[in-house]
């Protein structure tokens, strides 16, 4: 997978967060995002599903999320706890 460029950050994050197998992981994150599992390597496919998600792409618009934002799109999407993204929210609710 091609990371930011496919979908291979979020197949990482569910072998990390929920130590998924690698197929199993793909078809959990294909799920989420309404695609087949071949569709998660397509990289204009999945330039069209990161910039309606707003969970980011490795060359951003001006207008899509990035950073923390997208981070924090993907724990949502991906119903996973990512440890900055709690810290952030911590600090604003402080």
């Keep these: 997978m091609g990371g930011v460029r496919t979908a291979g950050d979020l197949v990482a994050w ?6 998924m ?3 199993t992981a793909k078809a959990f994150v294909a799920d989420k995002l309404n695609l087949r599992v071949g569709e998660l390597t397509d990289e204009t496919v999945m330039a069209r599903v990161r910039a ?3 969970i980011g792409s490795v060359i951003p618009d001006h207008i899509e999320y990035t950073g923390i934002a997208a981070k924090t799109k ?6 996973i706890r990512i440890r900055s993204v709690d810290l ?5 609710s402080a």
Excluded: C, S, V
């Design 74 to 79: 993907i724990a949502r999407l991906l119903d």
């Design 14 to 19: 569910m072998q990390f967060t929920r130590r």
């Design 52 to 54: 309606e998600k707003g």
């Design 21 to 23: 197998k690698i197929d």
């Design 88 to 92: 952030y929210e911590q600090h604003l």
